[in-house]
């Protein structure tokens, strides 16, 4: 039987969230102890544990059809691998930073620098955009504590909360890039694992419309009807119920969560009261 292999970091910032959407999308594993490999008990899948920093290589490779980590090491690794979806969870930058106790003055305060990273690709490439001359420390991991040992002056890494800067002394000074998690895939994915992919991405889609829309219902009287339904035609258009009181109704349909503020106030200035939001499970357009 054909199954789609899919590699997930097996330890950090993506890995919980990585299952956590298998898991929304229906998907459970057997042998969820992590060791290596899991295989999805209801679906043709087998998940792969591995380094983040490996993904695009095995997946180049082919050795996973698909992979799921930040866009930033996609980006860094430059395989030749096909970035799919954008998955909207583990937002982060990728930053330069310096001692706390430095004054920075721009971008010039790199110049002769060095600066310690695991993005030399990523970094050098935006250095010389700027024309910086730095010198880049390749290092492969805990490049928060280069400057404090004198190995760097300053750092470029991946900063999500900021926590790691905060404990280490350090102090964000530009943003190169902003990432977030991405699906990859091989490019020479075979049709069995392409078809599974599909589902996969359909899946995908479902879980990620319904939490970035919201169900609405209201009530309304019959002349605002028209006004209400162009500021809200959901999904094909909403759905209109009578109200047993005589020229009133009830409007129901989906609104995108990034909007909702702003059109729930147009709606209450066309005449809308009783306005009900609901979260939305799946949707499937
Ligand atoms: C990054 C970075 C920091 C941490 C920053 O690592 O190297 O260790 O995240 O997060 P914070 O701002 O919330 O403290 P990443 O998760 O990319 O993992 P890896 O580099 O170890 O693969
Ligand atoms: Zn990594």
Redesign the pocket.
């Known amino acids: 039987m054909c199954t789609l292999k899919l590699a997930i ?1 097996k ?4 890995s919980e969230q990585s299952l956590e959407l298998l898991k929304t999308c229906g998907i459970r594993l057997a042998n969820g102890d992590r060791k290596l490999r899991a295989t999805a008990t209801n679906f043709p899948l087998e998940v792969l544990f591995l ?3 490996d993904i695009p290589q095995y997946v180049e490779q082919g050795v996973a059809d698909i992979g799921i980590l ?1 866009e ?2 996609v980006l860094e690794k430059a395989r030749n691998v096909a970035t799919l979806d954008r998955l909207s969870f583990a937002a ?1 930058r990728l930053s330069l930073a310096i001692p706390r106790e430095e004054s920075y003055t721009g971008l010039r305060y790199f110049n002769n620098k060095r600066i310690a990273t ?1 993005y030399p690709r990523i970094l050098g490439a935006f250095l010389k955009e700027q024309q910086i001359v730095a010198e880049i420390e390749e290092i492969g ?4 504590i280069a400057p404090g040992i004198g190995l760097a002056d300053g750092i470029c ?11 280490n002394g350090l102090k964000e000074v530009e943003t190169i890039l902003r990432s977030e998690a991405v699906l990859i895939a091989t490019p020479g994915i075979g049709p069995g694992p392409a078809a599974i992919l599909e589902q996969l991405r359909f899946r995908i889609r479902a879980v990620h419309n319904a939490a970035t829309h919201k169900y609405i219902l209201l009530n309304a009287p019959d002349a605002a009807l028209a006004e209400i339904s162009t500021l809200i035609p959901g999904m094909k258009s909403p759905t209109i119920l009578p109200l047993a009181r005589e020229g009133w109704s009830s409007i129901h349909s989906v609104v995108r969560e990034d909007i909702f503020w702003e059109v729930t106030g147009q709606l209450k200035k066309a005449g809308a009261e009783g306005i009900l939001v609901i979260p939305i499970e799946k949707m499937i357009l």
């Open positions: 970091q330890n950090g910032r993506l380094r983040d920093d930040g930033n090491e982060c695991s991991g805990s490049v928060e890494d991946i900063v999500s909360t900021g926590s790691t800067l905060l404990m």
